[in-house]
């Protein structure tokens, strides 16, 4: 029960967002960094609402950490709340790669397209590399970008070794790779046969790899190395 009610919440505060939408699609787009403070309150705001209705606990360390300017964070993936985490938590407007299906639910779809966000064809890998093309003008405009490396949710197994070609967005983009750690989302869904629970989660911000430091060295030893330290800060 107290599952469905969290979920017809989440539902009545997202319609109650669509006067705001439209003020934010009327917004000029370019350049899109003014825009993109201006929308992020609004999904910022209704994600830490919905995590607060589970009465989940959040502690977030090293936001001291993200450089100034635009930046791709690469984050560990542990559950479906992972993204309401970092979109309320990060302090910081946000894209994603999310999976096209997503572009089926109105209104959210809506917002996503105005957080800079692409969407992926898992079955088309000609799809995939216009995406990446996508991430990088998101970035270059300003945008944050945010990628899942290791590619599925591990639902608080091991976390899976990073794969290399998301994190191209950064690298072709030229921008910091910042590395976020994700503890316990996983207990507020997926450990719980679909049920919400409450769970003590922990966001940590670690050391953003800079593109001097990356110019140099291959794509599988940048993924292996943002890979160590996002596992480094999971206790």
């Not at 572009?103 to 000609?126: A, G, H, T, Y």
């Not at 300003?142 to 976390?159: A, L, W």
Request: aromatic share 6%; charged share 25%; with cysteine.
């Amino acid at each position: 029960m107290k599952t469905l009610w969290i979920y017809l919440y989440a539902i009545r505060i997202t319609i109650q967002t669509l006067p705001k939408l439209k003020h934010a699609q009327k917004l000029p787009d370019d350049p899109y960094g003014p825009k993109g403070q201006a929308i992020y309150k609004i999904p910022q705001s209704v994600s830490k609402r919905v995590i607060k209705k589970t009465k989940t606990k959040v502690t977030v360390t090293g936001l001291e950490q993200i450089p100034e300017g635009p930046v791709l964070f690469a984050s560990n993936h542990q559950g479906l709340f992972d993204i309401l985490l970092l979109l309320g938590y990060i302090e910081r407007p946000i894209g994603f790669i999310a999976k096209k299906e997503i572009k089926k639910i109105p209104l959210i779809r809506s917002w996503m397209k105005e957080l800079q966000c692409v969407f992926i064809d898992r079955s088309n890998r000609r799809a995939a590399i216009k995406v990446i093309e996508d991430g990088v003008n998101s970035l270059k405009r300003g945008q944050n970008m945010v990628i899942f490396p290791e590619g599925t949710r591990s639902k608080g197994g091991p976390i899976v070794p990073f794969k290399s070609g998301s994190l191209r967005l950064g690298t072709r983009a030229e921008v910091p790779i910042v590395p976020i750690t994700i503890n316990g989302t996983h207990l507020m869904l997926e450990a719980n046969d679909g049920k919400m629970k409450q769970a003590d989660v922990s966001l940590t911000v670690g050391e953003p790899l800079m593109p001097e430091a990356y110019k140099n060295l291959k794509s599988q030893k940048i993924a292996d190395i943002i890979y160590e330290r996002v596992k480094s800060n999971l206790k």
